[in-house]
Every structure is written in C-alpha cells, then in structure tokens.
C-alpha cells in the first residue's frame, strides 16, 4: 500500500512536460555525403536447444573520413554527439523516435577509425517470441507455422555501396525469397550481393521459411491455446491445496489418550485456511485490466489502504467474509457493464480483496507476540516503499536507454515519450503490487506447513522414533511447494505445472518405501524379530553413545593387534572380540518397555545405531539443526545461482519489480537447500544407508528424479536443459557436506577429547570409510565445478530472460 501512495504522489509530482524540456532539432545528418560508405548486413535464426528462437543480426558499416558526423563516432558513448551521429546512419528518418523494445545488445557497437575511413560493427539479438520482432534492418512476421523475414535498408544507407546481404534462417530452410539470392553458403544461408549497378537501389528482401513446430508454436505467445498457460499454474495451487487439506486432517487424527494441542489445532486450521485462499485469490487477480492511469493508481491506494486496515483487525473467518465481498463486487461490477470505468472499480476492488486477503493470513501465521508494531512497520515499510520506487526508476531509466538508442535525443517528442516512459511504468509499479505479491504465495504456504510441523514435533508423542505418516505427507507437500525446482514448463506455455506434485511426492514416496526398508532402523532384532525403529528410544541415546566409543576403541586394538603392535597392556584378539560380542547385544532400560535380552542384527553395530537416530532427541530438532548447517552452505550456492539464472541472462531487468525479485530469487534458491537440508533431518531416521553421506546420496537422487524426467521432456521438445545439472551437483553437495555435519554433531559430546573435528570423523568413520567419503566429496566438487565451466561457455546457452518461476 506504501508503494502505491508513494507512486501515486510521484505521478503527481512528476509530469513528461514538467520533467523533460525540449530541446532543438537534430543537425543535418548530410545523407548525400555517405554514397561512398560500405555497409554489409546479416541475420541468422538458431533454433535448437532453447524456447524461442534466437535472432543474431550483425551490420558493419564503413563511412568515409570525410563525412561530418565522422568524428562524432569516435566520442563516448554517453555523449550526445555519438547518439546522434549512430542514429543518423541507422534510424529511419520517417520515424526518427522509433523504438526498438525487441532489441539486445551484449555490447555496444565496436567503432575503429585508420584516418580514411571509420568502421562501425553492430550486433544484436532478439528472442521470436512475438508476432513482430525487429532488429537492426530485420523484421520477423511469425504466423501459425511459418514466419517472413523482411529486410530494408535504413534510409540514410540506401545510396551507399552494400557489399553482401545474408539470410540463415536456420533448419530446415527457407521456402522461397524474393528477389531470389545471388549465392548460398552453409547448409541454409541465402546470400545477395548487388552489382555495382544496382547497388545503389537496394530492394527490400523477402524471405519465407517453416521453423520447427516447437518453435512455432512458443513464438505464440498468448495466442490460441497458448491461454490454458495460466491454467497450469492455478491447478497447481488447488493440487497442494487438496494435498494440504488431506495432511492437515491427518494430522488431527490421534491415538486415543493423545489429543491435539492448541497449537497444532490453529497450525491446522491456518494451513486448510490459507492454502485454499491461494487459488480463490488468484481467480479474483484476473480481473485486471491494462495499463491503468493516475486516476486508477489513486484508487488502488484508497482501496488497498482500506483493506489493510480491516485485515489487520479480522481473524480468519471475517477475512473471508470481508475478501470474497469484496471479489463478488468485483466479479459483478465487470460482468454488468464493460466500460472503461467499470473496469477499473473491478480492478480497484480485485486488488483490494488481494490486498485484503494475503497480508491478513500472513499475520495469522506469525505468533501474537511476535508480530511487529506499528512503530517498526511503518518506518520500515516506508524504507522499503522508497528502495523499491528507486530501484525501479533506474531499471526504468536502463530501460529506455535500451530501447530508445537509436532515437533522435533532441527532440521534444523525444523528451515527451521519456516521460511517458517513467511515468506509466510507476503507474505499473503501482497496480501490480498484490499480483507481484501473490508470485509468492507458495512462501506463505511453506510457512503454513512448518508452523504445523513445529507443533507437531514439540508434542510428547514426537519423541519416539521416527516421524509419523501425518508428519510423513506435510514434509512431502513442503518438499514440492519450496524444496524441489519446477518443471512441466515446455514451449513457452506453463498447462502441466502441476505435474511436479505428483512426480515430486512420488519420488520422495519412492525413497522412503523401497530405501526405508534397508534403512539401519528398519533392521529387526535377531531374538524377538522387532524392528529397531519401535524400540529405540531417546533414552536407549546416552548408552549406545557409550558403547559406540567403546566399539571404536576396542577395532583400534583389532587394528594394532593385526599390525604386530602387541605389549604386556594390550588384550588377546580372543578378549576384544569378547568384549564386542558383549557390544552387541540389546539391553533395554528399566523405565523403557522392550525386551530384556536380546542381540543387535548380526549386520548393524551401536555405532551404526546412534548415527542412524541421529544428534537430536526428536526429529523435528534433528530437521532444525540440519537446516542450519544447509542454511550456511547454501549461501555461496545460493549467489551463485542467483547470478547465473537471474542477473547474467538479464531476466532482473524485465520487469517494474526487477530489483526486489532479485531479492527473492535469492531466497528462493536459499529456502530451497534450507528446506532440502531440514527434510534430510527429518527424515534422518527412514532413509537408508549406514553413514550420513550415504542418506544424502539417496535424497539427492530422489531430488535428481523428476528433473531427469524433465530433462527428458525438453530433449523431446529440443529445448535447452538449463542449470538444471548444476542445481542437482550443488544439491548433493550441500546434502552431503550437511550429513557429515550431521555425524559429527552426533558424537559432540567427544569433540573434547580430539585435537580436531577430522580426527573425530577419522574415529567415527575409521580410515577406509573416511577415505572412500573424502573421495566421494572431492568427486562432487570436481563434478560441480566441471558443469559449471560447461555451462558457462558454448556447452551451455544461455536461454532468454525469464521470470523465476518456483
């Protein structure tokens, strides 16, 4: 709401007329001078191995010395004489304010000078991704299955000699072109070359080519089927709804004698509450309409000041009460009249029910007493509002930079389309507010599902054994809505969003049935036949820890024994073996149920127990204290990623919101491996292996699952893979490094009585188990740092700026 009052009275403030002067008219580019200049152009269409395709336009022009802008050329490329001197050679003089959105630029143009002549290189690209698409002299037309390339030549160039004019449009060819080529070159590439005669006539070329079919059909953005797009994405939000109403009420069942405590009940009822409010609120958010004025910003000010004060007041019920008014006055107001008015009430009372509706359940999730007051909220916000407003105004201002290079600066038709730039998009700043913020509604859901994950592990009945099936399926549902990365995207249109929730459960389902079966807990008792997992206990904890450092002090002595390392001090190999026997058999305390007497599976040892139970009493603090190892190895990783999906492709700079969704992207990526590092905890007793590394190895694996799959899918639709190989190696290697955190966190209590925490994993691991981990590990940052350098360079496109979807 801060940012919608502060954009409100920017606008105000803030006018093209009042911001931006006029300034004189642009001096004679002198046209008739450059007859002698030589230009050459090209353009090549890369299909394979991306979403859209890719358009590559290079132009070389070469100018005499003699021509007067000719030293212009050789200034800075912020100066106003460089502007005007590039526009001259390549604008179109019948619209000199022409912009150019489609158009990117790696670099600005290279310009070399010998005395006689200077020669200027330009290069750009666009993603087909539009019905038109321009760049440089090119025009892309992009139709149902076949696209037209156009070529003209700017007007200040058609009398200069042009040398080769060449066309690639990429497989499988072109249908025709007029006029027809003078030569070919490559596989697909049509090549003109007018004569000496002709040269000074360029004709406009034409050319028609058939891209692939997935191509074709991402270019269509927004067009025929393309619409069910939005439609994946809100079957998604009533997917995990129905899988969070099911794990919810799971949860409320107990045995008889355990009831649900109070905080497990609000947890619940929250969690039901919200997850189902998530689509109900998105519904409402296509009630929008297109750029709104200063006027509509005004109102969504008013109307979102007024939701905020009620949401602030409501508890849960009245908020739905107060939100789905508010959305039924929305949906009428539209359905009943179509006016340009009746639009914008529609948009005004659709933005204040999501105003409404999110921030109110957001403040439910927190506890009374940790809710911020009024005297933090409001200074903080505004500081907020204000980084947010100035962020965007300089994206806006690179922006128009971008767009407008080309423009002629010294005009005022230019200053006044500069103001209108700025203004319309603080205009957009301000009424995509809640639309912006309900992109990251799954966020509250995940603080939903760990609220009740808290209360559940704090209750009595979390501290024997393992995790139960209640707490099984909220981790599954945590594990899709924040862990895993999203797939099911494919050419551009986002219908089979919702597919991750059932490959992500049922991988992680996978893991837990058909693994959980070798876990170490799983193991039954040699006497009584039970397994491990429903006699351990917390208070089994403190003497397994006893009898694991017995254990590895008496394979010590096996180990000098068969070395030749005997004295009058050291026991027979008969003693120690003894001595382990006596290890190995299951002694049950006396306040704990169980059999008395009874043998450990002839395959499992007390150290592979207490490494299997884990450092923590419960599995919730086991999940805790995971997440914070994850949490700090997932910093670097997490910038990493950041910069390499976010900041390097450019996708922070494309929309109003570009600077804090960098934020988020980060986060993003952070939540991501906390979330991953906290289920590996909480699942540390159900997942096989024998060694924390070993744990890890099979998460990773069920994590890799789906985006195999994935991989799949984009090989069939030749689309590129991504990061997706980089996102599994860090992932398995946050998980491991975690697991070995984990294992040494378990035997703290003898940090004591080691020089250093490798000398502690030595003893714990013995050295044939430590050097097969520290090879294991070296392997995963050799395989990290290999696919990163892969995808860094020609190996690995980058695709065309994206939002983060995740």
């Known amino acids: 709401m801060i940012v919608v009052t502060l954009v409100t009275l920017v606008c105000w403030l803030t006018s093209p007329a009042a911001a931006y002067g006029a300034a004189g008219n642009a001096d004679d580019c002198a046209v008739h001078r450059l007859a002698s200049a030589h230009v050459s152009a090209s353009l090549r269409l890369l299909h394979h191995g991306r979403t859209h395709s890719r358009a590559e336009s290079v132009m070389?022009?070469?100018?005499?010395?003699?021509?007067?802008?000719?030293?212009?050329?050789?200034?800075?490329?912020?100066?106003?004489a460089y502007r005007q001197a590039l526009s001259c050679l390549v604008r179109e003089e019948a619209d000199a304010q022409r912009l150019r959105p489609d158009e990117w630029r790696k670099a600005p143009p290279r310009i070399t000078s010998d005395g006689?002549?200077?020669?200027?290189?330009?290069?750009?690209?666009?993603?087909?991704?539009?019905?038109?698409?321009?760049?440089?002299?090119?025009?892309?037309?992009?139709?149902?299955?076949?696209?037209?390339?156009?070529?003209?030549?700017?007007?200040?160039?058609?009398?200069?000699?042009?040398?080769?004019?060449?066309?690639?449009?990429?497989?499988?060819?072109?249908?025709?072109?007029?006029?027809?080529?003078?030569?070919?070159?490559?596989?697909?590439?049509?090549?003109?070359?007018?004569?000496?005669?002709?040269?000074?006539?360029i004709p406009e070329i034409e050319v028609r080519t058939t891209p692939p079919w997935q191509r074709a059909w991402a270019a269509r953005d927004g067009r025929d089927m393309n619409n069910v797009s939005v439609l994946g994405g809100f079957l998604w939000m009533v997917g995990i709804a129905a899988v969070a109403t099911v794990a919810a009420r799971s949860a409320r069942r107990r045995p008889a004698g355990a009831p649900a405590t109070?905080?497990?009940?609000?947890?619940?009822?929250?969690?039901?509450?919200?997850?189902?409010?998530?689509?109900?609120?998105?519904?409402?958010?296509?009630?929008?309409?297109?750029?709104?004025?200063?006027?509509?910003?005004?109102?969504?000010?008013?109307?979102?000041?007024?939701?905020?004060?009620?949401?602030?007041?409501?508890?849960?019920?009245?908020?739905?009460?107060?939100?789905?008014?508010?959305?039924?006055?929305?949906?009428?107001?539209?359905?009943?009249?179509?006016?340009?008015?009746?639009?914008?009430?529609?948009?005004?009372?659709?933005?204040?029910?999501?105003?409404?509706?999110?921030?109110?359940?957001?403040?439910?999730?927190?506890?009374?007493?940790?809710?911020?007051?009024?005297?933090?909220?409001?200074?903080?916000?505004?500081?907020?509002?204000?980084?947010?407003?100035?962020?965007?105004?300089?994206l806006s201002e690179r922006e128009w930079d971008r767009v407008s290079w080309l423009s002629d600066p010294a005009?005022?038709?230019?200053?006044?389309?500069?103001?209108?730039?700025?203004?319309?998009?603080?205009?957009?700043?301000?009424?995509?507010?809640?639309?912006?913020?309900?992109?990251?509604?799954?966020?509250?859901?995940?603080?939903?599902?760990?609220?009740?994950?808290?209360?559940?592990?704090?209750?009595?009945?979390?501290?024997?054994?393992?995790?139960?099936?209640?707490?099984?399926?909220?981790?599954?549902?945590?594990?899709?809505?924040?862990?895993?990365?999203?797939?099911?995207f494919y050419l551009n249109n986002s219908a089979l969003a919702w597919l991750p929730i059932g490959l992500d459960i049922a991988s992680l389902v996978l893991l837990l049935v058909v693994g959980g079966r070798h876990s170490t807990l799983a193991q039954r008792l040699d006497v009584s036949g039970q397994p491990l997992r429903e006699l351990f206990t917390e208070a089994h904890r403190v003497d397994f820890l006893h009898r694991a450092r017995q254990y590895r002090e008496l394979h010590a002595t096996l180990r000098r024994l068969d070395h030749g390392q005997s004295d009058e001090t050291t026991m027979t190999r008969a003693a120690v073996e003894r001595r382990l026997r006596g290890l190995h058999r299951w002694r049950t305390p006396r306040h704990v149920n169980g059999p008395t007497s009874d043998r450990l599976p002839s395959d499992v040892t007390v150290v592979d127990v207490v490494l299997a139970w884990g450092p923590r009493a419960t599995w919730w603090e086991n999940g805790y204290r995971a997440a914070t190892y994850a949490a700090l190895l997932a910093v670097p990783a997490s910038a990493l990623m950041t910069w390499r999906t976010w900041i390097e492709n450019g996708s922070w700079e494309q929309t109003s919101w570009g600077a804090a969704d960098t934020a988020f992207t980060l986060l993003l990526w952070e939540l991501g491996w906390v979330g991953a590092g906290f289920l590996l905890g909480a699942l540390w007793?159900?997942?096989?292996?024998?060694?924390?590394?070993?744990?890890?190895?099979?998460?990773?694996?069920?994590?890799?699952?789906?985006?195999?799959?994935?991989?799949?899918?984009?090989?069939?639709?030749?689309?590129?893979?991504?990061?997706?190989?980089l996102d599994v190696s860090l992932t398995l290697l946050i998980l491991t490094v975690t697991a070995l955190a984990m294992d040494l966190e378990t035997f703290r209590g003898e940090r004591r009585y080691w020089p250093s925490q490798l000398s502690l994993l030595l003893s714990v691991y013995q050295m044939r188990y430590l050097a097969l981990q520290a090879a294991y590990l070296i392997a995963q940052i050799v395989a990290a740092i290999t696919i990163w350098q892969f995808v860094t360079d020609s190996g690995g496109p980058t695709e065309n700026p994206v939002k983060f979807q995740p």
């Open 262 to 394: 109070p905080e497990e009940t609000d947890a619940a009822r929250r969690l039901v509450g919200w997850v189902w409010l998530s689509p109900a609120l998105a519904f409402l958010n296509g009630f929008r309409i297109g750029p709104p004025d200063a006027g509509a910003v005004l109102g969504i000010a008013l109307w979102a000041g007024t939701a905020v004060a009620v949401a602030m007041l409501c508890r849960g019920p009245a908020v739905v009460a107060v939100t789905g008014t508010l959305g039924g006055a929305a949906v009428i107001t539209a359905l009943v009249s179509s006016s340009t008015e009746a639009l914008v009430t529609a948009d005004v009372l659709a933005q204040s029910a999501l105003f409404c509706g999110a921030l109110a359940w957001a403040r439910q999730l927190s506890a009374p007493h940790r809710r911020p007051g009024l005297p933090v909220l409001v200074p903080l916000s505004m500081a907020l509002a204000a980084v947010l407003v100035g962020c965007h105004l300089w």
């Open 685 to 725: 007793r159900l997942l096989p292996g024998r060694r924390g590394p070993a744990r890890a190895l099979g998460f990773g694996l069920a994590y890799a699952l789906p985006t195999g799959l994935d991989a799949l899918a984009r090989l069939a639709t030749d689309e590129s893979q991504g990061d997706a190989a």
């Open 60 to 80: 070389t022009v070469r100018v005499p010395a003699s021509w007067p802008l000719a030293p212009k050329l050789l200034m800075s490329e912020d100066s106003g």
């Open 116 to 201: 006689k002549e200077v020669r200027i290189r330009m290069e750009a690209y666009a993603w087909v991704d539009e019905r038109h698409v321009s760049l440089g002299p090119w025009r892309i037309e992009t139709g149902f299955t076949r696209w037209t390339i156009r070529f003209k030549a700017p007007e200040a160039l058609r009398a200069a000699r042009w040398g080769t004019i060449e066309i690639d449009p990429g497989t499988p060819g072109a249908e025709w072109a007029r006029p027809e080529p003078s030569a070919g070159r490559g596989a697909h590439a049509l090549v003109w070359k007018p004569s000496t005669a002709s040269a000074r006539s």
């Open 411 to 488: 005009t005022a038709e230019y200053a006044t389309r500069h103001g209108e730039h700025l203004t319309s998009g603080l205009h957009e700043l301000a009424a995509d507010g809640a639309t912006w913020l309900l992109g990251y509604d799954f966020l509250l859901t995940a603080l939903a599902i760990v609220a009740l994950l808290r209360a559940r592990g704090a209750a009595p009945q979390s501290r024997h054994g393992a995790s139960a099936t209640p707490d099984i399926l909220l981790m599954l549902l945590l594990y899709t809505v924040v862990v895993t990365p999203p797939i099911g």
